[in-house]
């Protein structure tokens, strides 16, 4: 799918008002306003021509944000700027801050961005800004999610590149087609640095980006994104220097390598080819050591083993572990570099004389085969000792409510997601191998200093490491500290420890996360709620289905849980979606790739009600349950998507005022009022109701009496309050299709066409006393 529009150097005479005339002809709508993300490094000369060519091609309420690396006065030249018009806004990440090169910082804007639809261009008008409102033209006339500026299409041009550098350009293009075949195979700039995506479409915590090439990384990892192509000419950057250097070549080489291999398979990889190097090196030095110095081959070999290992440290340290160096000075990584080769040293020693003197072979050879054999070994103790991971921090931000740091990356909490907080309300960190209660007591539950004032809480299944366990200070800053198998199981660290906890820590903050779904008309919210497994995900994906037209108004805030404040304030509380073969079927443009599909077979089963069923007939034996529980979801995940997977053209909203509340259950046909005591009595229900698994039901009620304090009247009270004045209703319904009822009542009128004959139905309305 491509669009064949041409830049070239004098369609930029053209005037603002008919470039997005133009464009927006061609689409026949509005153009969506655009955040403009523009890494930046040393570009002082760069900034004021740029703004001067972007500014006017912008949609109104659209933004430019600078991600700057700089060392001169090109952070002062945006601020200058920035101070003169309010849709300028600068990020500037001072050294030591600057992770993952000219990636990392698009990744930061990422995160930054204010709009749904964002933008990537470099700052030295090689990129012609006059070109923006074409890209969100195409993006709208062909439905597509990524649209790329390409200087390969059709009429499309690299003028701007010099012989040398368009013919690398062109390698990089060819080795990245051939390394992905499949999924490049209709693209022709998988290298351009000027395209337009989605921002909701991204699954920002899978982006690794390294170095240049951010756009291959969003390729290769969202294969589900529909791409169209913009041809245009590449100019002549308009001052200052390239960043392009052969670092960068090495470094995209890698990038390469982890994208097709993966990143410890890619690191391998390199640090074989080093230590092929190494080995030609260390043949050289033995063969010096025993033919010209006339030491015996043992001997030898330590000589060829230290020569080796200087060698193989210095390209390993630059190309291997480029990423890794910050934690060990340079000579403490060589000493222990060489320090393990030398004990490697005495492993092969045996080894050589074994191949050598006993079996015969030629010492050039055995050495070879030696070297070869502790190749995977060396390899293990330079990952874990000598360039080891660093343990990256991820932190959230729930609408400045609370704030959590975690040591695992958690899915759930990922539209929360922030680059840092200072002091966090929560921590999470990953224990070491010593568990907090005794070994085979299983569901062991202990409290300090009692269970009337409790302060720390710990639970333990008895197996160590290996099992679940956690222990949390419930007084703020809350620390939880998890075991190391739940660093594995993500999904289960955040349902079954931090959830709950994050359910009281609201209430008091003046907050409930109540268990149900939230769609909105305008500021007017609807709370659907339901017991576990009824069907809450299905009809609110139905409702959001039809909700197709730009006259429309229906949005989504959350599926699973809503934040509600006293006064009617509804906050989004947007998890992905925990979906099945029947959800998917409910919603025909969902965007999952074929393999997703196929693993909805496996997954609809495990994670079904049925599943949940005999996972509940577990928790009443004196079974290990959590660690079953831990193992089954580390080994099959729950099928998650976030909404915009499902529903491509949803609409999100951040907040509302509570309208009304619907519970809906399955049974016979009846609808009728509730009163709002009973109203609230249900929508506390199925909020207990939610997390009846282990442990929750063994420490919830140290959980709600946090120093003494008495968390239920708390949120009960907040509820309560927030449910004066709302309509309430029962749904119940034998054919699962409440979604019709709601939309009507609602008034989402999209609907109506839909639903006319449906509203002729009987409908049984039942007394109070009825329930």
């Given at each position: 799918?491509?669009?064949?529009?041409?830049?070239?150097?004098?369609?930029?005479?053209?005037?603002?008002?008919?470039?997005?005339?133009?464009?927006?002809?061609?689409?026949?709508?509005?153009?969506?306003?655009?955040?403009?993300?523009?890494?930046?490094?040393?570009?002082?000369?760069?900034?004021?021509?740029?703004?001067?060519?972007?500014?006017?091609?912008?949609?109104?309420?659209?933004?430019?944000?600078?991600?700057?690396?700089?060392?001169?006065?090109?952070?002062?030249?945006?601020?200058?700027?920035?101070?003169?018009?309010?849709?300028?806004?600068?990020?500037?990440?001072?050294?030591?801050?600057?992770?993952?090169?000219?990636?990392?910082?698009?990744?930061?804007?990422?995160?930054?961005?204010?709009?749904?639809?964002?933008?990537?261009?470099?700052?030295?008008?090689?990129?012609?800004?006059?070109?923006?409102?074409?890209?969100?033209?195409?993006?709208?006339?062909?439905?597509?999610?990524?649209?790329?500026?390409?200087?390969?299409?059709?009429?499309?041009?690299?003028?701007?590149?010099?012989?040398?550098?368009?013919?690398?350009?062109?390698?990089?293009?060819?080795?990245?087609?051939?390394?992905?075949?499949?999924?490049?195979?209709?693209?022709?700039?998988?290298?351009?640095?000027?395209?337009?995506?989605?921002?909701?479409?991204?699954?920002?915590?899978?982006?690794?980006?390294?170095?240049?090439?951010?756009?291959?990384?969003?390729?290769?990892?969202?294969?589900?994104?529909?791409?169209?192509?913009?041809?245009?000419?590449?100019?002549?950057?308009?001052a200052g220097r390239s960043k392009a250097s052969v670092r960068e070549g090495l470094r995209y080489l890698g990038h390469l390598a982890t994208l097709r291999l993966g990143e410890e398979r890619a690191r391998f990889a390199g640090f074989a080819a080093v230590g092929t190097t190494g080995l030609v090196v260390n043949t050289l030095a033995l063969l010096a050591f025993v033919e010209l110095g006339q030491l015996h081959y043992l001997l030898g070999a330590a000589g060829a083993t230290l020569v080796s290992s200087f060698w193989n440290f210095t390209f390993t340290d630059k190309l291997?572990?480029?990423?890794?160096?910050?934690?060990?000075?340079?000579?403490?990584?060589?000493?222990?570099?060489?320090?393990?080769?030398?004990?490697?040293?005495?492993?092969?020693?045996?080894?050589?004389?074994?191949?050598?003197?006993?079996?015969?072979?030629?010492?050039?050879?055995?050495?070879?085969?030696?070297?070869?054999?502790?190749?995977?070994?060396?390899?293990?103790?330079?990952?874990?000792?000598?360039?080891?991971?660093?343990?990256?921090?991820?932190?959230?931000?729930?609408?400045?409510?609370?704030?959590?740091?975690?040591?695992?990356?958690?899915?759930?909490?990922?539209?929360?997601?922030?680059?840092?907080?200072?002091?966090?309300?929560?921590?999470?960190?990953?224990?070491?191998?010593?568990?907090?209660?005794?070994?085979?007591?299983?569901?062991?539950?202990?409290?300090?200093?009692?269970?009337?004032?409790?302060?720390?809480?710990?639970?333990?299944?008895?197996?160590?490491?290996?099992?679940?366990?956690?222990?949390?200070?419930?007084?703020?800053?809350?620390?939880?500290?998890?075991?190391?198998?739940?660093?594995?199981?993500?999904?289960?660290?955040?349902?079954?420890?931090?959830?709950?906890?994050?359910?009281?820590?609201?209430?008091?903050?003046?907050?409930?996360?109540?268990?149900?779904?939230?769609?909105?008309?305008?500021?007017?919210?609807?709370?659907?709620?339901?017991?576990?497994?009824?069907?809450?995900?299905?009809?609110?994906?139905?409702?959001?289905?039809?909700?197709?037209?730009?006259?429309?108004?229906?949005?989504?805030?959350?599926?699973?849980?809503?934040?509600?404040?006293?006064?009617?304030?509804?906050?989004?509380?947007?998890?992905?979606?925990?979906?099945?073969?029947?959800?998917?079927?409910?919603?025909?443009?969902?965007?999952?790739?074929?393999?997703?599909?196929?693993?909805?077979?496996?997954?609809?089963?495990?994670?079904?009600?049925?599943?949940?069923?005999?996972?509940?007939?577990?928790?009443?034996?004196?079974?290990?349950?959590?660690?079953?529980?831990?193992?089954?979801?580390?080994?099959?995940?729950?099928?998650?998507?976030?909404?915009?997977?499902?529903?491509?053209?949803?609409?999100?909203?951040?907040?509302?005022?509570?309208?009304?509340?619907?519970?809906?259950?399955?049974?016979?046909?009846?609808?009728?009022?509730?009163?709002?005591?009973?109203?609230?009595?249900?929508?506390?229900?199925?909020?207990?109701?939610?997390?009846?698994?282990?442990?929750?039901?063994?420490?919830?009620?140290?959980?709600?009496?946090?120093?003494?304090?008495?968390?239920?009247?708390?949120?009960?009270?907040?509820?309560?309050?927030?449910?004066?004045?709302?309509?309430?209703?029962?749904?119940?319904?034998?054919?699962?299709?409440?979604?019709?009822?709601?939309?009507?009542?609602?008034?989402?009128?999209?609907?109506?066409?839909?639903?006319?004959?449906?509203?002729?139905?009987?409908?049984?309305?039942?007394?109070?006393?009825?329930?």
């Amino acid at each position: 799918m491509t669009t064949r529009v041409t830049t070239r150097d004098r369609s930029l005479a053209i005037t603002t008002e008919t470039a997005l005339a133009t464009a927006a002809h061609a689409t026949g709508h509005t153009l969506p306003a655009v955040s403009v993300i523009i890494p930046t490094r040393n570009e002082t000369e760069n900034i004021e021509p740029l703004l001067a060519r972007l500014l006017p091609q912008l949609p109104p309420d659209s933004e430019v944000l600078f991600l700057d690396d700089s060392d001169d006065e090109t952070p002062t030249r945006i601020r200058q700027a920035a101070a003169c018009n309010s849709r300028i806004r600068l990020i500037h990440r001072p050294p030591g801050s600057r992770d993952g090169g000219l990636g990392g910082a698009v990744l930061t804007g990422f995160r930054s961005a204010r709009c749904e639809w964002v933008a990537v261009m470099d700052a030295d008008l090689q990129h012609p800004p006059e070109l923006l409102p074409r890209l969100l033209a195409a993006a709208q006339l062909h439905r597509v999610e990524l649209v790329i500026a390409s200087r390969y299409r059709d009429n499309g041009q690299a003028s701007g590149l010099h012989l040398l550098r368009l013919a690398i350009s062109r390698a990089s293009t060819t080795v990245a087609r051939l390394a992905f075949p499949l999924r490049l195979r209709n693209v022709t700039d998988p290298m351009s640095g000027f395209f337009l995506v989605r921002r909701t479409q991204l699954q920002l915590e899978s982006l690794r980006p390294r170095g240049f090439k951010v756009l291959l990384e969003i390729l290769v990892r969202h294969p589900q994104l529909r791409v169209a192509e913009v041809s245009y000419v590449f100019g002549r950057r308009y001052a200052g220097r390239s960043k392009a250097s052969v670092r960068e070549g090495l470094r995209y080489l890698g990038h390469l390598a982890t994208l097709r291999l993966g990143e410890e398979r890619a690191r391998f990889a390199g640090f074989a080819a080093v230590g092929t190097t190494g080995l030609v090196v260390n043949t050289l030095a033995l063969l010096a050591f025993v033919e010209l110095g006339q030491l015996h081959y043992l001997l030898g070999a330590a000589g060829a083993t230290l020569v080796s290992s200087f060698w193989n440290f210095t390209f390993t340290d630059k190309l291997v572990f480029p990423d890794r160096r910050d934690g060990r000075r340079w000579t403490t990584r060589l000493s222990l570099f060489t320090a393990a080769n030398i004990a490697g040293l005495l492993v092969r020693g045996p080894l050589l004389v074994l191949l050598t003197s006993i079996v015969g072979i030629y010492y050039l050879l055995s050495n070879i085969l030696s070297l070869g054999a502790l190749a995977v070994l060396r390899f293990g103790i330079s990952t874990a000792w000598i360039w080891p991971t660093h343990r990256r921090r991820f932190s959230y931000d729930l609408h400045g409510i609370l704030t959590v740091e975690s040591a695992v990356n958690l899915l759930e909490l990922d539209r929360f997601r922030v680059d840092q907080v200072e002091r966090p309300d929560i921590t999470i960190e990953i224990g070491g191998l010593r568990s907090p209660g005794p070994l085979a007591r299983f569901g062991w539950v202990d409290v300090a200093p009692d269970s009337e004032q409790p302060r720390r809480i710990r639970y333990d299944d008895g197996l160590g490491p290996f099992g679940f366990w956690f222990e949390a200070d419930l007084e703020f800053p809350i620390r939880i500290t998890a075991s190391p198998a739940l660093r594995h199981s993500p999904h289960v660290l955040y349902t079954n420890v931090l959830e709950p906890i994050l359910r009281w820590s609201f209430v008091r903050r003046g907050y409930a996360l109540v268990h149900a779904a939230c769609i909105a008309a305008g500021d007017r919210a609807t709370l659907v709620t339901a017991r576990t497994d009824t069907g809450k995900t299905t009809t609110i994906l139905h409702i959001l289905q039809h909700q197709r037209r730009a006259s429309d108004r229906g949005a989504f805030l959350s599926d699973d849980l809503t934040l509600l404040r006293s006064d009617g304030l509804v906050l989004s509380y947007p998890k992905p979606l925990t979906i099945s073969q029947h959800t998917v079927a409910a919603v025909p443009s969902a965007q999952l790739t074929r393999w997703q599909r196929f693993g909805l077979f496996l997954q609809s089963r495990i994670h079904s009600r049925s599943g949940r069923r005999f996972a509940l007939l577990l928790a009443s034996t004196r079974l290990p349950v959590a660690t079953i529980n831990l193992y089954t979801q580390w080994l099959v995940p729950p099928p998650k998507y976030h909404i915009e997977q499902l529903v491509p053209q949803v609409r999100r909203q951040a907040r509302a005022h509570l309208a009304h509340i619907v519970v809906i259950e399955r049974g016979s046909e009846a609808a009728r009022p509730l009163e709002q005591t009973e109203a609230l009595h249900i929508l506390l229900e199925n909020g207990d109701d939610a997390y009846g698994f282990p442990p929750y039901p063994a420490i919830r009620h140290l959980l709600t009496r946090p120093l003494g304090h008495d968390l239920t009247a708390a949120e009960r009270a907040i509820v309560a309050t927030a449910l004066q004045g709302v309509t309430c209703q029962l749904l119940r319904r034998p054919a699962l299709d409440w979604w019709r009822l709601i939309a009507e009542q609602i008034g989402l009128d999209s609907n109506r066409a839909a639903l006319g004959s449906l509203f002729t139905l009987p409908i049984t309305v039942e007394s109070r006393t009825g329930r």
